[in-house]
């Protein structure tokens, strides 16, 4: 059942943000053979973001870059009525980095991507988690610990990486220079499809752009509205 690839090849975890869409364009440019993972939990923001993982896919493709491989885990019955789900009081701009913290979530998505490569024999496996995340499931330790736990009878080990572990936005944007991140997608509380404006990943988006001096062409429907609303009122 288990089949062998070369070590050159390795798996993302993808969830359409900005970093872990960097890490895949950078393991491309490095010449790795990419495996891309989306775990398709349906929370409230997945309508936003796998539509923006297949894009972006599209985008960079190479003859490096294997198919996407979609792994199914509703997590509907654990989160009920957590905003998540629900997207309501989804925290807003104005809100810590904490304010987002999903319970179990690293190991959840962790557990199924990890697995997988296990049986199909791809021997490491990345996330792009960032130094400045203040949560547990996101650390060196945690990373460690869980490999360790994940590869216990395992005749496949994969290793589990953070490439992005010690680097801050800022250098992780510097490493997307070139890519279509105007294709990624980073909203918790998407409107039609498009980035609210006005949610906290929303403003590290804006943030991340802002801070790096690169053109941010992301369409924020907030904004829009804003536009429209100036455009009529201007109307006689
Ligand atoms: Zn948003």
Redesign the pocket.
């Known amino acids: 059942m288990i089949s062998q690839h070369s070590s050159t090849e390795i798996a993302v975890l993808m969830s359409g943000g900005l970093d872990s869409s960097i890490l895949v364009g950078k393991f491309l440019r490095e010449g790795r053979t990419v495996h891309p993972i989306y775990i398709r939990t349906g929370l409230f923001w997945q309508s936003g973001e796998l539509p923006a993982v297949q894009a972006f896919l599209a985008a960079i493709a190479t003859a490096n870059l294997r198919p996407l491989k979609i792994l199914e885990l509703p997590l509907d019955d654990l989160y009920t009525d957590h905003w998540s789900l629900t997207g309501s009081g989804t925290p807003a701009d104005d809100t810590p980095d904490e304010a987002v913290y999903l319970p179990g979530r690293n190991a959840l998505l962790l557990v199924k991507a990890a697995v997988y490569c296990q049986l199909h024999g791809i021997g490491q496996l990345a996330c792009a988690p960032l130094g400045s995340s203040p949560f547990e499931d996101a650390s060196s330790e945690f990373f460690t610990e869980y490999q360790s736990a994940m590869n216990r009878g395992s005749s496949s080990p994969v290793v589990l990486l953070r490439p992005f572990g010690e680097l801050h936005k800022e250098e992780v944007m510097r490493l997307g220079v070139g890519l279509p991140l105007e294709l990624t997608f ?5 409107v039609d499809g498009t ?8 403003f590290e988006r804006k943030e991340a752009f802002r801070i790096t001096g690169i053109e941010d062409k992301t369409v ?1 429907t907030a904004s829009r509205r804003t536009a429209v609303q100036v455009a009529t009122k201007s109307t006689p």
């Open positions: 980073s909203c918790i509380h998407p980035h609210c404006g006005t949610c906290n990943k929303c924020y």
